[in-house]
């Protein structure tokens, strides 16, 4: 028997869904990237995917702000903590990408990110 196709299209868009909060948004970017961490750090990945996944994570954050409204600035501290954290992907990534930086500055950076952001 096939699953019913309403069921699996809701399905698939519950586990794309946008996240409703600011927070929520910027939380599921940095899981985005800390999720490819450890299979870089393994070296299962490498340098320039796990840059590419930096960057996109960020990316995909900006866009989605953008259709959520752009909300610019919360006092929220989560939101603070999490600003950082894709400041630092983007930048750290985007430095690989340029060449301004090598691999092992992205494993330094992955490494706090999964040590901050990773399941405990």
């Known amino acids: 028997m096939e699953p019913d196709s309403i069921a699996v299209s809701q399905t698939k868009n519950a586990e794309t869904a946008m996240p ?3 927070a929520g948004r910027m939380r599921a970017a ?5 999720a490819a961490g450890p299979g870089f750090l393994r070296g ?3 340098a320039d995917r796990m840059a590419h996944t930096m960057v996109q994570a960020v990316r ?3 866009a989605q ?4 409204g752009g909300e610019k600035a919360s006092a929220d501290a989560e939101v603070e903590v999490l600003r950082h954290a894709l400041a630092e992907l983007m930048a750290c990534g985007s430095g690989y990408l340029a060449g301004r930086c090598d691999a092992a500055c992205v494993a330094r950076t ?3 990110m999964v040590h901050e952001f990773g399941p405990h």
Do not use: R, S
């Open 30 to 34: 940095v899981e985005q990237a800390v």
């Open 20 to 22: 409703t909060t600011q």
């Open 44 to 46: 299962d990945i490498d």
């Open 60 to 62: 995909d954050c900006t």
């Open 65 to 68: 702000e953008a259709v959520a």
């Open 110 to 112: 992955m490494t706090q």
